[in-house]
């Protein structure tokens, strides 16, 4: 199989999941219609699904116009989303597994806080997480419906996934989350690293998704809760804790008005 990362709006990523035995494909949280069918045009593919990580506009918009073009294509978010994700026909929960054609198949992770029906879709192979607004590039997605510590736990369990396991999220926002983690963590040289290469990478007009949890794991603050640096760094911000879940609303607070 094959994943193609599609620019929508300023910032935002759909993705096309293909099967290259059969030329089905799933689209990822299409936010507007146009590139992503001009994306399906020029790969040649059939689409049969439409998997949207939660209910927010910016990544269902163009539910309806795909689903118009393809007759019987399923669309799958969380059973709480219904009502509220356009087109909905598959209320997934966690666990469940969602395929197309003969190589694509992923399993729905349950992570509510962006939202309190956001998921994401694991891949089987390669190794591979749409995470929507959850997880972002040394980021996360604000907590508009969830609570600090559904989101820290939805994090948390993003990242025990496997290290290899690459990462595709909504937006481009790696540059600007990456700022805020170098005043954060001043000494991580990691963070600095990536900085550079994520420079770089937008220098050319080139996308900085597909980055691995491990990337995560050592760049992003708000999955080194337990760091002494960002604790220290928090607690300066306003932090009343020092509990991971504490530092994690520090941080998310911090995060939102900087």
């Known amino acids: 199989m094959r994943i193609v990362t599609i620019p929508c709006r300023s910032d935002n990523y759909a ?12 689209v990822v949280d299409p936010s507007e219609a146009g590139p992503v069918l001009a994306a399906i045009e020029a790969e040649g593919v059939r689409v049969t699904a439409i998997w949207n990580t939660h209910h927010h506009f910016d990544h269902v918009g163009g539910n309806d116009a795909i689903a118009k073009k393809f007759s019987g294509c399923a669309i799958v978010a969380h059973e709480s989303d219904k009502g509220r994700v356009p087109g909905q026909t598959v209320f997934a929960k966690d666990g469940d597994a969602v395929a197309v054609g003969k190589e694509v198949r992923a399993t729905v992770i349950f992570n509510p806080g962006h939202t309190l029906g956001a998921i994401s879709f694991l891949l089987e192979s390669p190794a591979a997480v749409f995470t929507g607004d959850t997880l972002f590039a040394a980021g996360c997605g604000r907590t508009f419906e969830g609570t600090a510590e559904q989101m820290h736990s939805s994090l948390v369990r993003l990242t025990s996934l496997a290290p290899e396991t690459q990462v595709y ?90």
């Open 15 to 26: 993705y096309l999941l293909v099967c290259e035995e059969t030329q089905e494909a799933a």
């Open 169 to 258: 999220c909504g937006h481009e926002y790696t540059a600007s989350n990456l700022v805020f983690a170098a005043v954060v963590e001043p000494s991580n040289k990691a963070v600095t690293e990536r900085a550079a290469k994520t420079s770089a990478l937008r220098e050319q007009g080139q996308s900085t998704m597909g980055f691995t949890i491990a990337d995560e794991l050592a760049t992003n603050v708000f999955v080194r809760c337990a760091e002494p640096e960002v604790v220290a760094s928090a607690q300066r911000e306003g932090g009343t804790g020092s509990s991971e879940v504490d530092v994690f609303g520090a941080l998310r607070s911090w995060k939102d008005r900087f």
